[in-house]
């Protein structure tokens, strides 16, 4: 399948891409919300609740400006490669778990997304340095 069939196809069958679909698949994560569908011979996970997606988006936007300095980008907008994507997700969701909880394991994407607002009361609540720093403890990548 040529990439632009394979964007068509993702478009019909996905119709909210998870916001934490690199690490889902990497399976440092879970979340109740996902649903992985097989497009052609690739995986794809999806989110099954509007309200979830939302709430992901606005963490993932809250990750990636927190972590804008320790990746060294001076703009959170720009588009980053796989790995650092990574760290902000796996490492990102595992920091933010840590400081929650106390462990770093995260069986619920969205579990913890509701969670971390009710104990903060909104995303600037949350201590994200903290996040930063846990998530360098967490999370390796492939090489640590």
Known sequence: MDEAAYRQKFAEVVARPCVFEKALLAGCVACECAQRKQIAEREAATCREAASHFRCHELHHSL???FAFALGKMHDEE???HAQEMRVQCGGLKG??????GGPDVDDVDALAANALRQWGDWAGIPWSEVVHAAAQCYKGRHG
């Open 64 to 66: 990636r400006h927190s």
């Open 96 to 101: 933010l778990q840590q400081v929650l909880s």
């Open 79 to 81: 588009v980053l490669p």
